[in-house]
């Protein structure tokens, strides 16, 4: 079915890069299933991975710029028998689009009693640290954790992100899939199998430790396991959570790791005021707080807006010194 | 094609079941029994009914937080809709929509939207699944005045008229924009005529009078039917109570008490049509026969509402995903 396929089998994978994974995802997808369609900006010439040339006109559609409104639209055709993938590209776009994600699509369900469901996918990607200024640099995730009726998944690795998309595609309900572009070039193992998914509200142990639970979200991901990979060499050994899905939270997950460390620090680079961590230390706080054996500590960006000079820019975001630093503090 | 004579009676039912209703609906919300807000479709019941009388059942349809005549004038049962009002489990939407959005998507109804101007793409997403699922199904959406000057009116009407969309907007236009008049926010008063500058069809009709209602939302569902795309249709009509029960405010008026006699006295749709009906051939008797069941209609959804129970606490979390996330729920009652 796809170049991209090794050996046949459940078990056989592939490498590949958490952005061919993203297009994996979508052909698959499209090619099972006639109900799915693509919608976004730039398609013909940007798809993604020449999506575009696989499939006719009314599978993939180009749309004009008039993001509030073709979110509507991938709504309304949702409702009546479709399962849109919207691509709305860079996250501050979410913006516009989020009147019919919050007030149509998060609510009809529940507003209409059951009678409608809406099965569609808004896909954006967080363009930051490349120097776009803050219009173009935004993590808007935690402003959508509180809207009820939506699932919002952020997830680290290539296999992940295929699973989650599948599975995305695959849910009744309004799912937000924010990638993160710093993980675009990231290679691992993806399984070639056309119904892996990976399910969502599953968080993921990404490196198993002892000494201090590290919650990294997205892009965080990567330098959360490569300052594991420097610590364990000094024999500190951090266990490295990804919540993957940022809605519904996998608590459950999390409070297991901090029951046995007794110690946990969250990294993300969505700034600081009611993100996704302040959720997960005031949950765990309620939850497993008799586990805490030192304070929680949260990395993050801080409560001002992504300047353009790389100079500026790089101060930003959390680094491996900051994150090394966190954990000597709490042993 | 003109209505046959049953279809003529079926579209005096509804437009009087909007009537009654609405009446009967307004006493209780005064009386207490319906909470919320009340906004009353009485005046437009001709806009609504004869451009619903040119669907079918399987037509999708949009409407507005005036949302109490859409499903009526697509001929939905009224009890669900009345329990609905009075936030009962029974209602149409489970308690969970309440006067402002009275969906029901067994006529076809997917959404009304209190976000003015919300539910326009929308339908405009019902044409695009039409068109990708090869249906002949058209979606109509319904709109006032005011949400012309939204933006997702300019972005949705762009689209469907660029992809030829079986869609047929139809702008109940009453005037006023809560108190906002046409004169005082539109710079181009007449709506139908930026239909042309989207490239497709504009049509200015007169909102009171059903039967030009209904041929024109005819001749466009014709049209989007057979592949000619979308038709903007401006059909002028009068709300006659005020935007919401109870929000009449004295000493500003933003329309003269004569204005609203002169459209009771004069412009009513359902005198008016009465008037069709008799000079039609339909006889004093075969219409009283009608109001009588109207009246009889109203009464058994009044009661069915009344004697309904309110939602079990236990389902507050019901219809929220498709997956019922126990979890979450547990998580914000504080049970944990």
Same mark, same amino acid.
């Given at each position: 079915m796809s170049a991209a396929i090794g050996k046949a089998g459940a078990t056989a994978q592939v490498r590949m890069s958490y952005l061919d994974a993203l297009v994996q995802a979508q052909i698959e997808e499209l090619e099972r299933d006639e109900r799915v369609i693509l919608m976004g900006e730039n398609m013909e010439i940007y798809g993604g991975g020449k999506i575009f040339e696989r499939f006719d006109a009314s599978r993939i559609w180009n749309m004009p710029i008039s993001e509030t409104s073709f979110t509507g639209v991938g709504i309304g055709a949702a409702i009546t028998g479709l399962r849109p993938i919207v691509d709305l590209t860079i996250a501050s776009f979410m913006y516009l689009a989020s009147d019919p994600i919050i007030?149509? %699509?998060?609510?009809?369900?529940?507003?209409?009693?059951?009678?409608?469901? +809406?099965?569609? +996918?808004?896909?954006?990607?967080?363009?930051?640290? %490349? %120097?776009?200024a803050a219009q173009h640099s935004d993590r808007p995730y935690p402003m959508f954790m509180n809207v009820p009726g939506l699932k919002i998944l952020c997830p680290s690795s290539p296999a992940d992100v295929k699973g989650l998309l599948k599975s995305a595609v695959r849910d009744d309900d309004p799912v937000m899939l924010f990638e993160d572009t710093k993980l675009w070039p990231l290679k691992s193992e993806v399984p070639t199998d056309p119904d892996y998914l990976v399910p969502i509200g599953k968080a993921d142990v990404k490196l198993p430790g002892s000494d201090v639970t590290v919650v990294a979200i997205g892009g965080a991901m990567r330098l959360a396991l490569d300052v594991g990979d420097t610590l364990s060499k000094e024999g500190i050994s951090l266990e490295v959570i990804d919540p993957r899905t940022l809605k519904p939270l996998d608590m459950t997950t999390i409070i297991e790791s901090v029951a046995k460390t007794g110690r946990l620090i969250l990294i993300e680079n969505a700034h600081r005021i009611a993100n996704v961590s302040a959720e997960i230390a005031a949950i765990v706080c309620e939850e497993a707080f008799n586990c805490l054996k030192k304070p929680i500590l949260r990395l993050s960006a801080p409560d001002v807006h992504v300047p353009f000079s790389p100079a500026l820019e790089n101060l930003v975001f959390p680094t491996k010194t900051q994150l090394a630093a966190a954990v000597r503090r709490l042993l | 094609m003109p209505l046959n004579k049953s279809r003529q009676c079926e579209t005096y039912r509804r437009m009087l079941r909007i009537r009654r209703f609405e009446e009967e609906g307004t006493k209780l919300y005064i009386a207490g029994k319906i909470p919320g807000a009340y906004h009353a479709s009485i005046g437009q019941e001709a806009t609504i009914v004869g451009a619903c009388m040119a669907l079918r059942d399987d037509d999708a349809m949009t409407g507005t937080h005036r949302s109490h005549g859409h499903p009526i004038? @697509?001929?939905?049962?009224? @009890?669900?809709?009345? *329990?609905?009002?009075?936030? @009962?489990?029974?209602g149409i939407c489970k308690g969970r929509g309440g006067s402002m959005h009275l969906a029901d998507k067994s006529v076809?109804?997917?959404?009304? &939207? *209190?976000?003015?101007? !919300?539910?326009?793409?929308?339908? /405009?997403?019902?044409? $695009? &699944? #039409? @068109?990708?699922?090869?249906?002949?199904?058209? &979606?109509?959406?319904?709109? !006032?005045?005011?949400?012309v000057n939204q933006g997702t009116f300019h972005e949705s009407l762009n689209m469907a008229s660029l992809w030829k969309l079986p869609v047929i907007y139809v702008c109940e236009n009453n005037g006023y924009a809560i108190t906002t008049s046409v004169a005082r926010s539109h710079g181009q008063p007449s709506i139908a005529k930026r239909a042309e500058s989207y490239g497709m069809t504009g049509i200015q009709i007169d909102g009171q009078d059903v039967r030009a209602v209904y041929e024109t939302t005819d001749e466009a569902v014709q049209r989007a039917r057979s592949g000619h795309g979308p038709t903007l249709i401006e059909a002028k009509t009068y709300r006659f109570d005020e935007h919401q029960v109870g929000l009449f405010v004295e000493k500003s008026p933003y329309r003269s008490a004569e204005e609203i006699e002169e459209h009771k006295t004069r412009r009513d749709p359902i005198?008016?049509?009465?008037?069709? $009906? $008799?000079?039609?051939?339909?006889?004093?008797?075969?219409? #009283? /026969?009608?109001?009588?069941?109207?009246?009889? /209609?109203?009464?058994? *959804?009044?009661?069915?509402?009344?004697?309904?129970?309110?939602?079990?606490?236990?389902?507050?979390?019901?219809?929220?995903? &498709?997956?019922?996330i126990p979890d979450a729920a547990q998580r914000a009652t504080g049970s944990r």
């Amino acid at each position: 079915m796809s170049a991209a396929i090794g050996k046949a089998g459940a078990t056989a994978q592939v490498r590949m890069s958490y952005l061919d994974a993203l297009v994996q995802a979508q052909i698959e997808e499209l090619e099972r299933d006639e109900r799915v369609i693509l919608m976004g900006e730039n398609m013909e010439i940007y798809g993604g991975g020449k999506i575009f040339e696989r499939f006719d006109a009314s599978r993939i559609w180009n749309m004009p710029i008039s993001e509030t409104s073709f979110t509507g639209v991938g709504i309304g055709a949702a409702i009546t028998g479709l399962r849109p993938i919207v691509d709305l590209t860079i996250a501050s776009f979410m913006y516009l689009a989020s009147d019919p994600i919050i007030n149509q %699509a998060s609510k009809l369900r529940y507003m209409t009693g059951g009678q409608v469901q +809406v099965p569609i +996918v808004f896909r954006c990607c967080m363009y930051y640290g %490349a %120097a776009l200024a803050a219009q173009h640099s935004d993590r808007p995730y935690p402003m959508f954790m509180n809207v009820p009726g939506l699932k919002i998944l952020c997830p680290s690795s290539p296999a992940d992100v295929k699973g989650l998309l599948k599975s995305a595609v695959r849910d009744d309900d309004p799912v937000m899939l924010f990638e993160d572009t710093k993980l675009w070039p990231l290679k691992s193992e993806v399984p070639t199998d056309p119904d892996y998914l990976v399910p969502i509200g599953k968080a993921d142990v990404k490196l198993p430790g002892s000494d201090v639970t590290v919650v990294a979200i997205g892009g965080a991901m990567r330098l959360a396991l490569d300052v594991g990979d420097t610590l364990s060499k000094e024999g500190i050994s951090l266990e490295v959570i990804d919540p993957r899905t940022l809605k519904p939270l996998d608590m459950t997950t999390i409070i297991e790791s901090v029951a046995k460390t007794g110690r946990l620090i969250l990294i993300e680079n969505a700034h600081r005021i009611a993100n996704v961590s302040a959720e997960i230390a005031a949950i765990v706080c309620e939850e497993a707080f008799n586990c805490l054996k030192k304070p929680i500590l949260r990395l993050s960006a801080p409560d001002v807006h992504v300047p353009f000079s790389p100079a500026l820019e790089n101060l930003v975001f959390p680094t491996k010194t900051q994150l090394a630093a966190a954990v000597r503090r709490l042993l | 094609m003109p209505l046959n004579k049953s279809r003529q009676c079926e579209t005096y039912r509804r437009m009087l079941r909007i009537r009654r209703f609405e009446e009967e609906g307004t006493k209780l919300y005064i009386a207490g029994k319906i909470p919320g807000a009340y906004h009353a479709s009485i005046g437009q019941e001709a806009t609504i009914v004869g451009a619903c009388m040119a669907l079918r059942d399987d037509d999708a349809m949009t409407g507005t937080h005036r949302s109490h005549g859409h499903p009526i004038g @697509k001929g939905a049962d009224l @009890k669900a809709l009345m *329990a609905e009002l009075m936030g @009962k489990e029974t209602g149409i939407c489970k308690g969970r929509g309440g006067s402002m959005h009275l969906a029901d998507k067994s006529v076809g109804i997917i959404g009304e &939207s *209190a976000i003015v101007g !919300g539910g326009i793409p929308l339908a /405009t997403g019902c044409g $695009l &699944s #039409a @068109k990708v699922r090869g249906t002949d199904q058209v &979606s109509l959406c319904f709109f !006032g005045d005011g949400a012309v000057n939204q933006g997702t009116f300019h972005e949705s009407l762009n689209m469907a008229s660029l992809w030829k969309l079986p869609v047929i907007y139809v702008c109940e236009n009453n005037g006023y924009a809560i108190t906002t008049s046409v004169a005082r926010s539109h710079g181009q008063p007449s709506i139908a005529k930026r239909a042309e500058s989207y490239g497709m069809t504009g049509i200015q009709i007169d909102g009171q009078d059903v039967r030009a209602v209904y041929e024109t939302t005819d001749e466009a569902v014709q049209r989007a039917r057979s592949g000619h795309g979308p038709t903007l249709i401006e059909a002028k009509t009068y709300r006659f109570d005020e935007h919401q029960v109870g929000l009449f405010v004295e000493k500003s008026p933003y329309r003269s008490a004569e204005e609203i006699e002169e459209h009771k006295t004069r412009r009513d749709p359902i005198v008016l049509y009465r008037h069709v $009906l $008799l000079s039609d051939g339909i006889s004093e008797g075969e219409l #009283a /026969t009608i109001e009588a069941e109207v009246l009889k /209609t109203v009464s058994e *959804a009044i009661r069915f509402g009344e004697e309904s129970a309110m939602p079990d606490a236990a389902s507050l979390y019901d219809y929220l995903y &498709s997956d019922p996330i126990p979890d979450a729920a547990q998580r914000a009652t504080g049970s944990r």
